[in-house]
């Protein structure tokens, strides 16, 4: 069974950190593209990182970028994203997809259940 799951979320201060964390089960995930999206409450779902199969190129959407780092970890059939400098506008829900276009953040298989990102003092 085709699966993802994502974890790592929780409540932290602004200017902290967070790992979450992209399991697959099911298929390989260093065959596709991996993206984070985020959905914040009242927002629409956003594409936040992507990460391409191969040569691993890395995409970030502007608001992130210097702050997150995309990464796999192929051994553990895992994607992360590195969440430093937290802010309380990226609190959202995030969830990661695969079989992605990374410079449109357009996937073709669908999210895992996400996982809460609560940046707040």
């Known amino acids: 069974q085709v699966q993802l799951v994502e974890s790592g979320g929780g409540l932290v201060q602004p200017g902290g950190s967070l790992r979450l964390s992209c399991a697959a089960s099911?298929?390989?995930?260093?065959?596709?593209?991996i993206a984070w999206f985020r959905q914040a409450p009242g927002k629409g779902r956003e594409g936040v990182s992507c990460?391409?199969?191969?040569?691993?190129?890395?995409y970030y959407v502007d608001s992130v970028a210097g702050r997150f780092t995309i990464s796999r970890d192929n051994a553990n059939n895992t994607v992360y994203l590195q969440m430093n400098s937290l802010k309380p506008e990226d609190t959202a829900i995030y969830y990661c997809a695969f079989d992605c276009y990374c410079s449109v953040y357009i996937c073709r298989h669908s999210w895992g259940q996400g996982t809460q990102v609560t940046v707040s003092s």
């Open positions: 099911g298929f390989t995930l260093d065959d596709y593209a």
């Open positions: 990460i391409t199969s191969g040569d691993g190129s890395t």
